[in-house]
């Protein structure tokens, strides 16, 4: 009788590609070239990148609207599907227990 769980596939493409990625961000963090370390210069690109020009297209204050306030849906998913406020109420949670915990509260 052998006393080997068997492998979760799951687990292992998960613990791979962690690795992988973690592996990457570590070989990419060291990339920069020796000269310019010499030079104590940084790789953000040319020295003259020319003149910057305020964007013309879009609206600022619709985006800066949508940036702050719109849930994309988020809301009816965490109170309808999920029906997180039910229970946040039969868990007994306190207001200041919820603040704790790390729950947005809107004051509109």
Request: glycine share 12%.
């Given at each position: ?13 998960a ?5 992988l ?24 690109g ?18 800066r ?34 603040l704790?915990?790390?729950?947005q509260?809107?004051?509109?």
């Amino acid at each position: 009788m052998s006393s080997r769980r068997p492998c979760n596939a799951g687990m292992v493409t998960a613990l791979v590609f962690t690795s992988l990625f973690a592996l990457s961000g570590c070989a990419m963090s060291g990339s920069s070239s020796s000269t310019d370390q010499m030079a104590g210069t940084s790789s953000d690109g040319p020295a003259d990148q020319g003149t910057v020009e305020a964007r013309t297209d879009g609206d600022q204050a619709a985006g800066r609207e949508a940036f702050r306030f719109e849930t994309f849906g988020n809301e009816g998913f965490w109170t309808d599907a999920v029906r997180l406020p039910a229970g946040m109420v039969a868990a007994k949670v306190t207001p200041l227990m919820a603040l704790d915990l790390g729950v947005q509260v809107d004051i509109d």
